[in-house]
């Protein structure tokens, strides 16, 4: 039995490495979190029989990196690293690595030149207490289902990574996975009520369906469980700092920006070289970085188009159906293609696969893009995994219900609640807020501005209509100084299904954004993030649906309250 701490700590991963499954278990400051879990694969890339020897070698891990974008663009990561190499009594050798970081735990197994096999299944997960409540996404190839709460002994079936669970008052486990490349499958989560372990397993209809191809030295994605209170898990960087680092040398090219986009409000409208030069002006009045041209563009205008964003500053997106991009001779041809016209980047659509061979694709796909410096943006795709460190130039992933389904359904304000807390933790998410105009929602107006901020995704796409957001002229001044990459981001306040408020910083300017689901309330702000006193500008909730612009103050001894009406919200610029 090994007992191994974090920096601080408060977090202890427990590791029993006397049987043939082997175990992990999780504590934060001496409380059980997981239970003892098993970590093993199946043969023949686990040995069989008892352990026979194991040797242990501790190191500390500190690491800084950047990133164009995200939650902050300055990383740091400072874990207890250990990893285990174990001989079985039929002589197979297998290491286990285990990092241990005041923000959780990850393991991965790695096994050494063993030829070519298939690999079937994990015997891997984290046993959760039974009285756990999740929140939790049912399974889809496009990850766009609706986040439920659901107490983990009445959930039953597949999930979408990563899951939230509630084990007691202020601890908390989100379970990812990290460092997923085109060796390996993307895993979902996997729950029966007779069973308390949250499984990572291969997609198929039936477990061992879809086995991963392995060949030579090989090693498994970690396996991550994010540990604390809220605060911990909203700020947490712990998929990208396990991932590997970038494969570009020079990253200035990158930049993330705010895109102007029609299909949402007018699915027409990128057949329309007209309206879609309209869309271009007004990103330029708006300062917005970016315009998407979605499904429906002709080669024929396009250049044409390109050349005179360029004019402006505005750079162009282009949608891509992937299978255009399957084949790599025909992918080269096509980017070089878009390359002469000028385009900045490509959003990718319809993968609807977390399978090995996809992921192959993705990596294909941003290596050549990279090569030309083109920025990425994968719709109908998985959830991020890490790629993003490795390839900065994906700038944001799908893989969430949107608002793009306020064209055909509706949207609960809890679901939105809960997305600060799960899927937009591990990495970017192109949910393209802000709709003002979907006549199917729930949200109040200061609800939509503040997805802004609350949501975050190196590329925002604003949905609306840009007619829409010229009749709000509150809403334009903000979407004019709100950013998509952020310096600095503090959890405030707020529980899943209830209410997020977060505040991020851009240099020196603070954006606090704030979202609430069910009965109106007052939200105390405490600004526990500012070293003095400031005045800035309110947005919220105004009567008959408008939005109300106010002068407020805040500042550590000036705390600020807000009346925020059922599922509605608010923005404060600072």
Same mark, same amino acid.
């Given at each position: 039995?090994?007992? &191994?701490?974090? $920096?601080?700590?408060?977090?202890?991963? #427990? *590791? /029993?490495?006397?049987? +043939?499954?082997? =175990?992990? @278990?999780?504590?934060?400051?001496?409380?059980?979190?997981?239970?003892?879990?098993?970590?093993? &694969?199946?043969? $023949?890339?686990?040995?069989?029989?008892? #352990? *026979? /020897?194991?040797?242990? +070698?501790?190191? =500390?891990? @500190?690491?800084?990196?950047?990133?164009?974008?995200?939650?902050?663009?300055?990383?740091?990561?400072?874990?207890?690293?250990?990893?285990?190499?174990?001989?079985?009594? /039929?002589?197979?050798?297998?290491?286990?690595?285990?990092?241990?970081?005041?923000?959780?735990?990850?393991?991965?197994?790695?096994?050494?030149?063993?030829?070519?096999?298939?690999?079937?299944?994990?015997?891997?997960?984290?046993?959760?207490?039974?009285?756990?409540?999740?929140?939790?996404?049912?399974?889809?190839?496009?990850?766009?289902?609706?986040?439920?709460?659901?107490?983990?002994?009445?959930?039953?079936?597949?999930?979408?990574?990563?899951?939230?669970?509630?084990?007691?008052?202020?601890?908390?486990?989100?379970?990812?996975?990290?460092?997923?490349?085109?060796?390996?499958?993307?895993?979902?989560?996997?729950?029966?009520?007779?069973?308390?372990?949250?499984?990572?397993?291969?997609?198929?209809?039936?477990?061992?369906?879809?086995?991963?191809?392995?060949?030579?030295?090989?090693?498994?994605?970690?396996?991550?469980?994010?540990?604390?209170?809220?605060?911990?898990?909203?700020?947490?960087?712990?998929?990208?700092?396990?991932?590997?680092?970038?494969?570009?040398?020079?990253?200035?090219?990158?930049?993330?920006?705010?895109?102007?986009?029609?299909?949402?409000?007018?699915?027409?409208?990128?057949?329309?070289?007209?309206?879609?030069?309209?869309?271009?002006?007004?990103?330029?009045?708006?300062?917005?970085?970016?315009?998407?041209?979605?499904?429906?563009?002709?080669?024929?205008?396009?250049?044409?188009?390109?050349?005179?964003?360029?004019?402006?500053?505005?750079?162009?997106?282009?949608?891509?159906?992937?299978?255009?991009?399957?084949?790599?001779?025909?992918?080269?041809?096509?980017?070089?293609?878009?390359?002469?016209?000028?385009?900045?980047?490509?959003?990718?659509?319809?993968?609807?696969?977390?399978?090995?061979?996809?992921?192959?694709?993705?990596?294909?796909?941003?290596?050549?893009?990279?090569?030309?410096?083109?920025?990425?943006?994968?719709?109908?795709?998985?959830?991020?995994?890490?790629?993003?460190?490795?390839?900065?130039?994906?700038?944001?992933?799908?893989?969430?219900?949107?608002?793009?389904?306020?064209?055909?359904?509706?949207?609960?304000?809890?679901?939105?609640?809960?997305?600060?807390?799960?899927?937009?933790?591990?990495?970017?998410?192109?949910?393209?807020?802000?709709?003002?105009?979907?006549?199917?929602?729930?949200?109040?107006?200061?609800?939509?501005?503040?997805?802004?901020?609350?949501?975050?995704?190196?590329?925002?796409?604003?949905?609306?209509?840009?007619?829409?957001?010229?009749?709000?002229?509150?809403?334009?001044?903000?979407?004019?100084?709100?950013?998509?990459?952020?310096?600095?981001?503090?959890?405030?306040?707020?529980?899943?299904?209830?209410?997020?408020?977060?505040?991020?910083?851009?240099?020196?300017?603070?954006?606090?954004?704030?979202?609430?689901?069910?009965?109106?309330?007052?939200?105390?702000?405490?600004?526990?993030?500012?070293?003095?006193?400031?005045?800035?500008?309110?947005?919220?909730?105004?009567?008959?649906?408008?939005?109300?612009?106010?002068?407020?103050?805040?500042?550590?001894?000036?705390?600020?309250?807000?009346?925020?009406?059922?599922?509605?919200?608010?923005?404060?610029?600072?």
């Amino acid at each position: 039995m090994y007992r &191994l701490s974090s $920096p601080s700590g408060s977090v202890t991963a #427990v *590791v /029993d490495l006397c049987d +043939d499954s082997q =175990h992990l @278990a999780i504590e934060r400051e001496g409380r059980p979190v997981v239970h003892p879990s098993p970590i093993g &694969l199946d043969a $023949p890339l686990h040995g069989a029989g008892e #352990v *026979v /020897d194991v040797t242990q +070698d501790e190191r =500390h891990v @500190a690491e800084s990196f950047e990133t164009p974008y995200g939650k902050r663009r300055e990383h740091t990561y400072e874990a207890e690293a250990t990893t285990f190499a174990s001989t079985f009594a /039929d002589g197979t050798e297998a290491e286990l690595d285990v990092y241990v970081s005041d923000d959780g735990v990850a393991y991965r197994r790695r096994v050494p030149e063993i030829g070519s096999v298939l690999l079937r299944a994990e015997r891997g997960g984290f046993e959760l207490p039974t009285r756990a409540t999740g929140w939790l996404t049912p399974y889809a190839v496009n990850h766009e289902a609706t986040v439920r709460r659901v107490p983990l002994s009445m959930a039953d079936g597949e999930f979408c990574t990563p899951g939230l669970f509630e084990i007691r008052d202020d601890d908390w486990v989100l379970l990812a996975e990290a460092g997923v490349d085109a060796n390996y499958h993307a895993a979902r989560l996997h729950s029966q009520p007779e069973d308390p372990a949250v499984s990572f397993v291969h997609p198929g209809p039936e477990p061992g369906d879809r086995p991963v191809r392995v060949t030579g030295t090989f090693e498994t994605p970690w396996r991550v469980a994010i540990v604390g209170d809220l605060g911990t898990i909203v700020e947490s960087d712990l998929v990208p700092a396990l991932s590997d680092g970038p494969a570009i040398g020079d990253t200035d090219w990158i930049e993330p920006g705010r895109v102007a986009w029609s299909w949402w409000s007018e699915s027409a409208s990128p057949t329309d070289v007209d309206r879609q030069r309209e869309y271009v002006t007004y990103a330029a009045e708006r300062g917005w970085e970016y315009v998407l041209v979605d499904e429906g563009w002709d080669e024929a205008w396009i250049p044409d188009l390109v050349e005179d964003a360029a004019e402006r500053d505005v750079g162009v997106f282009l949608w891509a159906h992937w299978t255009d991009l399957h084949g790599a001779d025909e992918r080269r041809e096509l980017l070089d293609r878009w390359c002469e016209w000028g385009i900045d980047g490509v959003k990718i659509d319809f993968m609807d696969s977390d399978e090995q061979g996809m992921l192959q694709f993705y990596e294909a796909v941003l290596a050549d893009a990279a090569e030309r410096e083109l920025l990425v943006n994968f719709h109908g795709s998985t959830v991020p995994l890490g790629l993003r460190r490795k390839w900065p130039n994906v700038m944001t992933y799908e893989g969430v219900q949107g608002a793009e389904h306020l064209k055909w359904a509706t949207l609960t304000p809890e679901h939105n609640v809960a997305l600060p807390y799960t899927r937009n933790v591990v990495g970017p998410m192109d949910y393209t807020p802000v709709t003002f105009s979907a006549d199917s929602r729930h949200t109040t107006a200061g609800h939509e501005l503040a997805l802004s901020v609350v949501f975050e995704s190196g590329l925002q796409h604003f949905a609306d209509n840009i007619d829409e957001y010229a009749a709000r002229p509150h809403a334009e001044w903000f979407l004019e100084r709100v950013p998509a990459a952020w310096d600095e981001t503090r959890f405030l306040r707020g529980r899943p299904g209830s209410e997020a408020t977060l505040a991020r910083r851009r240099g020196q300017a603070w954006f606090v954004g704030c979202i609430v689901a069910g009965v109106g309330r007052t939200i105390d702000l405490a600004a526990t993030f500012l070293d003095d006193a400031r005045e800035g500008v309110l947005l919220r909730d105004g009567e008959n649906g408008s939005l109300e612009r106010t002068t407020a103050h805040l500042g550590p001894e000036t705390p600020l309250s807000v009346d925020v009406p059922a599922n509605g919200g608010f923005v404060l610029s600072l």
